[in-house]
């Protein structure tokens, strides 16, 4: 997916969650997170970027152990700020741009971190069904979260 629509399924879901602004934000930049990392590690080499991208940066496994370590607040407070409520809600945005990368022809690692081995493969990168799908879940997402600010 696009970072664009990363930014618009984190950022809508984790207003529907309930995330304060902290949490939203943080949650946004874990949704491009994976991507970033594979352009730093391959700089402008495009053929490096090739066969790094979409391999252990987005790797669920990976993710979900940095999660469950901030869930235990096995990472340290220093100077008042949390680092592991700053690394949780990281990792669940980058969790999340995996989920949204499942859904793609490319697909993403499963077991081995360097193999696109499982996906969906509903849709191309960048298509006009990518941009559909984000459009629609950001909408409902909204739509139901109005639905419960207006009761509260
Ligand atoms: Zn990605």
């Not at 696109?116 to 509903?122: A, D, K, Y």
Request: hydrophobic letters at 50%.
């Amino acid at each position: 997916m696009k970072f664009g629509s990363h930014k618009a399924i984190n950022g809508s879901l984790s207003v529907f969650l309930g995330f304060d602004i902290a949490g939203i934000v943080i949650t946004v930049l874990g949704g491009v997170l994976p991507d970033i990392l594979d352009r730093i590690i391959a700089g402008r080499n495009e053929w490096l970027f090739s066969r790094i991208h979409r391999k252990i940066s987005h790797w669920w496994l990976l993710w979900g152990a940095i999660l469950y370590l901030c869930h235990i607040s096995f990472f340290p407070v220093i100077f008042q700020i949390n680092t592991s409520e700053i690394l949780w809600y990281l990792s669940f945005g980058s969790l999340l741009h995996i989920a949204c990368d499942s859904l793609t022809m490319s697909g993403i690692p499963f077991l081995n971190p360097f193999k696109q081995s499982i996906g969906f493969r509903l849709f191309y990168t960048g298509s006009g069904a990518e941009y559909a799908l984000v459009r629609d879940r950001s909408v409902i997402l909204y739509q139901q979260w109005r639905l419960v600010v207006t009761k509260e």
